[in-house]
């Protein structure tokens, strides 16, 4: 099993910068992916950045305004998101996949414009 454990969301203006955390524990060994995803009211969950060891990937709505990164010493993954927009509102969520996915419980994110 791997838990996940997300923290700094909140409400932040438009253009403001926010960053998540994702602290990884358990079975952590191997884990091949970690990344972000979101969900806004009334839509379906979206890939937002997910990084292997091989890269990273962005959805088309956050490139150069968002990255991810990992801290592999601290079992941790940041997601630092700058110029944000109130489109950005979503609950966000960690992801991370050894052997299958594991989700986080959700951080929320509010972006006020």
């Known amino acids: 099993q791997v838990q996940l454990v997300e923290s700094g969301g909140g409400l932040v203006q438009a253009g403001g910068s926010l960053r998540l955390s994702c602290a990884a524990s358990?079975?952590?060994?191997?884990?091949?992916?970690m990344g972000w995803y979101r969900q806004a009211p009334g839509k379906q969950r979206e890939l937002v950045a997910v990084?292997?060891?091989?890269?990273?990937t962005y959805a088309d709505s956050v490139k150069g305004r968002f990255t991810i990164s990992r801290d592999n010493a601290k079992n941790t993954v940041y997601l630092q998101m700058n110029s944000l927009k109130p489109e950005d509102t979503a609950v966000y969520y960690c992801?991370?996949?050894?052997?299958?996915?594991?989700w986080g419980q959700g951080t929320q994110v509010t972006v006020s414009s």
């Open positions: 990084i292997t060891r091989s890269g990273t």
């Open positions: 992801y991370a996949v050894r052997q299958r996915g594991y």
């Open positions: 358990g079975r952590i060994a191997s884990i091949n992916l």
